[in-house]
C-alpha cells in the first residue's frame, strides 16, 4: 500500500483495551489485539480537520481536549466490546438481574450511567478543587495568598500522583500502560523516519512531550498560577471561579504541548520534564506484540486501507481479511 506523506508531528494517538489508537490528519485508525491472537484493524475518515477555530490560540485547545475525550470515550468502549468478543456465554441472569433489567430497561439504564457520571465529577471537583483549597486554608489560613496557591497545587499534584500510583498495580491498567508505551514508541520510530518494525520501535524512547500525561501535569501547573489570583475569602467561591476559568488553562496548557512537540531545545526539554518524570508511570516497556499493534494502528493512518471496514491484518499490517 502507498504510504500518505503526513507531518512528523501530525500523529498522535491513546490507549486502549488491548489496543491503540492513532489519528492523523485526516484519518484515525484503531488496531486490537483479539482474544483468538490476530489483530483487529479499523480505519475511518476524520470529518472535522482545518476548522477555523484550529487557527485561533487557546480556543483551539479547549475545543480539540473536548472533541479528543469524546473520541477516547468511543474508542474505549469499542475496545471493550471488541475485547468480550469470543468468550464463554454470559451465566443466565438471576431473577435479580432480570428485575433489574426490567424495571430499569433502556431509559432506566440511561439515567443510571448519566447519574454515574455526574457523581464522578462531582467526585473529581472535591478531590481536586475544594479538598487542596479545605485543606489549605485550614492549616495556612495565615499565609500569604501566593503561597497558600502553591501549597494548593501542589496538593492536586500529590493527589494525582497518588491516583496514578494506585491504578498502576491493576494488571490490566499495567496491559494498557504498555499500550501506551508501545504507542509512544511507534511515533517515536515514525518521527525519526526509520522502518516501521517491531525491532526498530522497540529501540525507541517511551517519554514523549505530547503525551497527555504531560497536558495534565501542565494544566495542574498553570491552574496554580491562576489561584495565586483568586481571592481567598469565600470558598465556595473560591472553587466556582477555579472551576469557570478551567478552559482557559486547558488552552494554555495545549498551547505548551503543542510547542514542545514541535521543538527540541533546552526550553521545551525543560519544560517537558515534569510530565515525562509523571509518564514513568503511565507508560511501561512494551513486549513486540504490544508493538505490532501499535505500529498497525499507525500504519492504518499513513497507508491507504479501506475505510470503515474492521479487517483482520497480519503483525506487518498487511491485509488478511474481512471480519467475519
Not at 482474544?35 to 480505519?43: F, R
Not at 468478543?85 to 433502556?106: A, C, I, Q, S
Not at 505530547?210 to 497536558?215: E, N, Q, V, Y
Request: charged fraction near 20%; proline fraction near 4%; hydrophobic fraction near 45%.
Amino acid at each position: 500500500m502507498a504510504e500518505k506523506k503526513c507531518k512528523y508531528t501530525s500523529i498522535g494517538g491513546s490507549a486502549l483495551i488491548e489496543g491503540v489508537m492513532m489519528r492523523g490528519t485526516d484519518r484515525l485508525a484503531i488496531a486490537l489485539r483479539r482474544n483468538d491472537g490476530s489483530i483487529q484493524l479499523k480505519v475511518e475518515p476524520i470529518e472535522n480537520k482545518n476548522k477555523w477555530y484550529g487557527k485561533v490560540p487557546i480556543l483551539r485547545g479547549v475545543i480539540n481536549f473536548i472533541l479528543s475525550m469524546m473520541l477516547s470515550y468511543r474508542c474505549l468502549m469499542y475496545s471493550a466490546d471488541v475485547s468480550m468478543e469470543g468468550l464463554e456465554e454470559p451465566e443466565e441472569p438471576t431473577k435479580v438481574d432480570k428485575f433489574l433489567d426490567k424495571l430499569m430497561g433502556k431509559t432506566g439504564m440511561a439515567i443510571l450511567s448519566t447519574l454515574s457520571m455526574i457523581l464522578g465529577l462531582a467526585l473529581s471537583l472535591f478531590l481536586f478543587m475544594y479538598l487542596p483549597a479545605l485543606f489549605t486554608g485550614w492549616a495556612l489560613g495565615w499565609a500569604p495568598a501566593a503561597l497558600k496557591a502553591v501549597v494548593e497545587g501542589l496538593i492536586k499534584i500529590l493527589i494525582f500522583l497518588g491516583y496514578l500510583l494506585c491504578v498502576s498495580f491493576m494488571p490490566d491498567m499495567k496491559r494498557v500502560f504498555q499500550y501506551h508505551g508501545g504507542e509512544h514508541k511507534s511515533i517515536f520510530c515514525y518521527e525519526g523516519k526509520a522502518e516501521l518494525c517491531a525491532a526498530n520501535a522497540m529501540g525507541c524512547k517511551r517519554l514523549h512531550p505530547r503525551c497527555g500525561t504531560s497536558f495534565m501535569f501542565f494544566t495542574l501547573l498553570i491552574s496554580i498560577i491562576f489561584a495565586m489570583f483568586i481571592p481567598w475569602g469565600n470558598r465556595l467561591v473560591r472553587t466556582l471561579i477555579k472551576i469557570a476559568v478551567v478552559p482557559i488553562v486547558m488552552g494554555i496548557a495545549y498551547e505548551f504541548i503543542r510547542y514542545a512537540g514541535k521543538h527540541d531545545n533546552l526550553f521545551t526539554r525543560i519544560i517537558s520534564a515534569p510530565g515525562k518524570w509523571f509518564q514513568l508511570i503511565t507508560t511501561k516497556e512494551p513486549d513486540e506484540k504490544q508493538l505490532n499493534v501499535a505500529l498497525c494502528a499507525l500504519k492504518g493512518v499513513l497507508n491507504d486501507y479501506p475505510l470503515n471496514k474492521e479487517i483482520i491484518v497480519d503483525e506487518e499490517g498487511n491485509y488478511l481479511e474481512d471480519k467475519a
